[in-house]
């Protein structure tokens, strides 16, 4: 059999008592996207990471406001040439269905949408000089 007994030893190194202890907390910087409208669940890394892949390069997520949120608002952070450019809306389509996300930039001026026409309402005076049945009827 062995020789061997248990004996007490002195530590090694002394580590600093729990109430000496200090934190540091980072806060989240700026140049930060906000996104919402992505369903709760929806929100995983690959479509958090192909959402902000559509702006420009993923840089990090704040996962802890994703949580804080419950999962409504998607704090990325992105590296593009020109954030002004990001727009405010988006159509995406995501699991068969079409969702409207909303881009907020800060420490940045997003561009308002221009409007695009006349968007069905029927008072765009470039419809009037339109007769588009009197070429069909001969």
């Not at 729990?18 to 934190?23: E, K, L, Q, R």
């Not at 559509?54 to 840089?59: A, N, R």
């Amino acid at each position: 059999m062995w020789g061997w007994g248990w004996s007490h030893e002195e530590p090694l190194f002394s580590a600093p008592s729990p109430s000496n202890g200090s934190s540091q907390c980072d806060f989240w910087s700026s140049s930060v996207e906000a996104i919402r409208g992505v369903p709760p669940k929806l929100c995983d890394w690959i479509t958090i990471k192909e959402i902000a892949s559509s702006l420009g390069k993923l840089s990090e997520i704040n996962w802890q406001s994703l949580f804080s949120s419950f999962f409504s608002i998607i704090r990325v952070k992105i590296k593009c040439k020109d954030p002004k450019m990001i727009p405010c809306k988006r159509v995406v389509e995501m699991e068969d269905q079409l969702f409207m996300l909303h881009f907020k930039v800060e420490d940045a001026e997003q561009e308002p949408e221009k409007p695009t026409g006349d968007e069905g309402k029927g008072d765009d005076p470039d419809d009037e000089d339109d007769n588009l049945l009197d070429d069909d009827l001969g």
